[in-house]
């Protein structure tokens, strides 16, 4: 036992004296910490401010309605929503899907929002993915929603339970600031023994982005069942909810045979299931010609956002006075 115990003490002397060294070589690593855990702070840090002095309106989107690229969101906001003294918050980011707007739902649903959007890219509906972004939301989840989040396909993700309950011990202010601190280290070390050039992103052939959105689902499919999870935490709160199926390049798809009977299966599955959590589901999947895109993943140049902000602004506003007439629900 002493044998062990002299071998664990030279371990954490060793690590301090790493840490020691590598804080001292390292400008400011808790910053580098920060931002290696991007996702949380920066959506963290909104929730800590005041209750908004209007109504809200929630967007949960993914790259296709992100904030810089001036969305359909954002111009429905200065169309519809501005006009009714609406605030809006437009919670995307590339990559985003299902299993950030899950963990981000109840959050957002303390400021008692007049409605909620969920945006369901086709392109996104996969199991593939990693988990570390979503284990830095893991606070994001009230104690409430923990016994219903641990049902939920968070090993499509390799995310397991104990990972995901011991990512929320980062709500404690002294585990926050030694996490970032140390990831900020080992940043930085791994940066000291692994200089490279840059990975070169890897060309992708039209064929191969378009294949991702031909997905086989069912009702048992991971994301699917996050997405159903998303909507009923909002419907459990009496919060119309409102999942938008993206517009994606027909054409192409169907010229490279991945568009057909069985796409329109799959969003009406998704209907489904977004019904049966308490949502409404509107479907744009068809909505854009193959002009308005800005390339086959999905984007869409301003006249596309211009045209989808037209067919939803009715609505949206409908949605939207639907939520400002109910009575908030605890």
Known sequence: MRRVAVIVMGMLVGVVAITGVMAAVVRDPTDVGEAAYSVRTSYYKRYRRRFPDRPLVAWFGDSTIYQKLDPYPARLQR????????????LSHPGFDQYVHY????????????????????????????????????????????????????????????????????????????????????????????????????????????????????????????????????????????????????????????YGPRFRKRIDLIRTEVE??????????????????????????PAGAARIADLLAPDVERRVREGLRRKPKS
């Open 79 to 90: 169309r519809v929503l501005g006009g009714l003294r609406i605030e809006s918050w437009n």
């Open 103 to 258: 963990m981000l739902m109840a959050r957002v649903l303390d400021y008692d929002p007049a409605a909620v959007f969920i945006v369901a890219n086709p392109r996104l509906l996969n199991t593939e993915g990693s988990g570390v972004g979503l284990l830095q939301l893991s606070t994001m989840l009230p104690r409430s929603e923990l016994s219903r989040a641990l049902r939920l396909p968070w090993h499509a993700r390799a995310i397991t339970l104990p990972r995901l309950l011991l990512a929320r011990a980062l709500q404690f202010s002294p585990i926050e600031s030694t996490t970032y601190f140390l990831e900020g280290v080992r940043a930085k070390f791994r940066e000291f023994l692994y200089r490279t050039t840059p990975d070169i992103e890897p060309f992708h052939s039209v064929g191969h982005t378009v294949k991702a959105f031909d997905i086989p689902l069912s009702a048992n499919s991971p994301s699917v069942q996050m997405l159903a999870a998303a909507v009923s935490v909002a419907a459990r709160r009496g919060v119309p909810c409102t999942v938008v199926v993206s517009p994606v390049p027909v054409g192409v798809l169907r010229r490279w045979g991945h």
């Open 276 to 301: 049966r959590a308490g949502g409404e589901l509107l479907d744009l999947h068809n909505a854009l010609v193959a002009e308005e895109f800005k390339d086959w993943a999905g984007h869409y140049i």
